[in-house]
Each structure stands twice: as structure tokens, then as C-alpha cells.
């Protein structure tokens, strides 16, 4: 079963700070992973997913994540933390056998700090 | 356009009750979802369905048990509360692409206690 690991559960940074949010996948064959955001009391929206059509992706809010082969990682970076970029964030793999299942990481709460 | 909707937001129950959450979108998407969240633990997935008819397990159903008799709709039902099911639950929705990396669609939530 695929899946994907994020470490640690919080993370604080300062505004104006680099955002590094790290995700490591387990996968045989290139996956399908994605970065949800989650803001307080809300359901969750994308970020960002991976095509294969570039290893770096660009998302909403200045955010991108690079994805490493090499390395089975997606990790999520922003170079200038804003307050409004305290929230949860999931990396996320969806399942290869045809229902598009999410299986997400436990998630990593960010707080900026002024 | 609403999107994805859930009801109640809130709900106490007591323990042996039962009650349904409801979900309903309006995107004519053929995939839904329903995920509970609890501290730590990220999203895990109780149910899904592939499209009207269709329903399937997911990582942790026991306990719960649903049914999609259309496209909008995807009723989570929980036939006897206990407090392990106290969560966050959350439905999703996906229109399926060629590509398969197509945006899930997530609900505002229902949060559930059971006490």
C-alpha cells in the first residue's frame, strides 16, 4: 500500500522566514501526491499536486514543493513565511487501483510567529 | 455553487445513539469520500463510492456504514455511537480525470462528539 510520511507534527518559523515542510513517499512507480492546507475549523483545499510534467510545481499562496526521485520526497517550501500561512498541512499519495483514494500523512501544524 | 456540504457542524451524542451525516455536493462529481481526522493522526478513510450504487470500505469502517442512492448524496450513518467515534469527519467529492491526479473537494465538517 502507498503511502506517505511526514515528520514531526508542528513546526514554528518567524514572518518573513523559509517554509520547509518535508514529505516522503512510499512507492515503487511514480505516485500521485499532492499538499492539502488546512485553516482553522475548515475543510481542506489543495495546494498543490505533481504531474509528471515537472518535477518542481508551483502552487497557491507562493507555495511549491520539488519532487526527488532519488529521494521519494515532496517536500513543501515557501521563501517568505506570512501569518496567514498558519494553518495544517497534509501531503497526500492517492491510491493507483482506480478509486483515487487519499491517503494522507498525519499532517504538520505551522504557526508563524511576528 | 455550494460545492461540498455537510450537516449538522456540530452534533453531541450520547453513547448507543444513532444518527446520520449528511453530505451532498453539487458538482456532478462521480467519487465521494468520507474521511474522519483526529488529533495527530491525519485523515483516515471510512467509506467511498465510485459512483450511484457503489460503496466500498475504506481504512477504519467499523462502526459506520453508508449509501449513495444518487450522485449528490453520501449519507455516513452511525448505527451505535461509542466514544471512539468521537472525531472530526469530513466528506470529499472528485470528478476523476484522465490523468489521475485530479483536486479532491473536501466538506466543512462535522464534529462529533459522543459522551
Known amino acids: 500500500a502507498q503511502s506517505v510520511t511526514q515528520l514531526g507534527s508542528h513546526v514554528s518559523v518567524s514572518e518573513g522566514a523559509l517554509v520547509l515542510l518535508r514529505c516522503n513517499y512510499s512507492s515503487s512507480v511514480p505516485p500521485y501526491l499532492f499538499w492539502y492546507v488546512q485553516y482553522p475549523n475548515q475543510g481542506l483545499q489543495l495546494l498543490l499536486k505533481?504531474?509528471?510534467?515537472?518535477?518542481l510545481v508551483k502552487g497557491i499562496n507562493g507555495f511549491e514543493a520539488e519532487f526527488k526521485k532519488s529521494e521519494t520526497s515532496f517536500h513543501l517550501t515557501k521563501p517568505s513565511a506570512h501569518m496567514s500561512d498558519a494553518a495544517e498541512y497534509f501531503c497526500a499519495v492517492s491510491d493507483k487501483g482506480g478509486s483515487e483514494k487519499l491517503v494522507f500523512g498525519k499532517g504538520m501544524k505551522l504557526t508563524v510567529n511576528p | 455553487n455550494a460545492g461540498v456540504t455537510q450537516t449538522p457542524k456540530f452534533r453531541i451524542l450520547k453513547i448507543g445513539q444513532s444518527m446520520t451525516l449528511q453530505c451532498t455536493q453539487d458538482m456532478n462529481h462521480n467519487y465521494m469520500y468520507w474521511y474522519r481526522q483526529d488529533p495527530g493522526m491525519g485523515l483516515k478513510l471510512i467509506y467511498y463510492?465510485?459512483?450511484?450504487?457503489?460503496?466500498d470500505k475504506g481504512e477504519v469502517p467499523n462502526g459506520y456504514n453508508v449509501s449513495r442512492s444518487t450522485t449528490e448524496d453520501f449519507p455516513l450513518r452511525l448505527e451505535l455511537a461509542a466514544p471512539s467515534q468521537t472525531s472530526v469527519y469530513f466528506c470529499?467529492?472528485?470528478?476523476?480525470?484522465?490523468?489521475?491526479?485530479?483536486?479532491?473537494?473536501f466538506g466543512q465538517g462535522t464534529r462529533l462528539t459522543v459522551v
Open positions: 505533481y504531474t509528471s510534467a515537472a518535477t
Open positions: 470529499a467529492s472528485i470528478l476523476p480525470n484522465r490523468d489521475r491526479n485530479t483536486e479532491a473537494f
Open positions: 463510492s465510485v459512483g450511484a450504487g457503489i460503496t
